[in-house]
């Protein structure tokens, strides 16, 4: 297991801007609906996002030799593909999937990080002594805060298939 340090605070301070524009005027631009997340063992992923994180599985399916996966995350047809969606809660349903590409190598992603996925969790230590049991790359913490206005700690790990995930935690401001 390595232990890295590398500036994430602009990643997680993009959270706490206030949106340009946010009058009167009603969102008309774009919805986010999920992140997918391509993985070799959705089950072993499973025990990550759901076992550890906290979100809720909607369900595991398989997919048909037509499903789109095939020619956007450019799959050999020759593989097979299971899914997983799960919701972080009521107010975010099916925020994220796990596509399950088996029978092929999986290449991992390459260096430097080109996505990280930000999610908040309210234990952050408690959560990365479970992370860490797993072997999982950890990035070492760090506490980043605008005075009177936010205080945060934020830690990162790459899940099993190289994913980064970004992990934050608000703190009491002083």
Do not use: C, W
């Not at 009603?26 to 959705?42: C, E, H, M, Q």
């Not at 956007?72 to 994220?96: H, W, Y």
């Not at 790359?137 to 206005?149: D, F, K, L, Q, Y």
């Amino acid at each position: 297991m390595r232990n890295r340090r590398f500036p994430l605070v602009l990643v997680v301070l993009a959270l706490f801007v206030n949106p340009v524009n946010a009058g009167d005027e009603p969102y008309t631009g774009a919805n986010f609906k999920r992140v997918t997340l391509v993985v070799s063992d959705i089950d072993r992923s499973l025990g990550i996002y759901r076992d550890i994180l906290g979100f809720q599985l909607d369900g595991v399916m398989e997919s048909s030799a037509e499903s789109y996966s095939y020619p956007v995350f450019r799959i050999d047809p020759k593989a097979k593909i299971r899914f997983a969606t799960l919701s972080a809660g009521p107010e975010q349903v099916r925020t994220m999937a796990l596509t399950e590409v088996t029978g092929i190598e999986l290449a991992k992603p390459g260096r430097p990080f080109m996505t990280a996925s930000v999610i908040r969790v309210d234990d952050l230590d408690g959560t990365f002594e479970k992370l860490e049991a797993l072997g999982l790359e950890i990035v070492a913490p760090t506490i980043s805060e605008r005075p009177g206005e936010f205080k945060f700690k934020e830690q990162a790990f790459v899940d099993f298939d190289g994913h980064l995930i970004v992990l934050y935690q608000m703190l009491p401001l002083e």
